[in-house]
Nanobody, 123 residues
Framework: VQLQASGGGLVQAGGSLRLSCAAS????????MGWFRQAPGKEREFVAA????????YYANSVKGRFTISRDNAKNTVYLQMNSLEPEDTAVYYC?????????????????WGQGTQVTVSS
């Protein structure tokens, strides 16, 4: 399974970005997907997850109400719409694919990881 994340960049606080993650190598629509992030000097943390159908989503408390995860199974792509960005959101964002259909929230439940895309929010 290959995951290619894109869409990161530099944005001012209060701005928006949309991350994309294109997947290949297995039946995309049969599996959940997730986004994680890692800030300098910190551990990787869960951001958002979505089930195979898109019917179930979970968010970290720190992004709830600001970020939205979605997927387009016809395009084998998962998205992370990030609004009202804060400097604390600065991190490398990784998309990941779990071994199940569910919206998993733990990193150990994910088998495949993309290369990461940098998001920098200036104050």
């Amino acid at each position: 399974v290959q995951l290619q994340a894109s869409g990161g960049g530099l944005v001012q606080a209060g701005g928006s970005l949309r991350l994309s993650c294109a997947a290949s190598g297995r039946t995309f629509a049969s599996y959940g997907m997730g986004w994680f992030r890692q800030a300098p000097g910190k551990e990787r943390e869960f951001v958002a997850a979505i089930s195979w159908s898109g019917g179930t989503t979970y968010y970290a408390n720190s992004v709830k109400g600001r970020f939205t995860i979605s997927r387009d199974n016809a395009k084998n792509t998962v998205y992370l719409q990030m609004n009202s960005l804060e400097p604390e959101d600065t991190a490398v964002y990784y998309c990941a694919a779990p071994r199940s259909k569910m919206a998993n929230t733990k990193a150990y439940e994910y088998d495949y990881w993309g290369q990461g895309t940098q998001v920098t929010v200036s104050s």
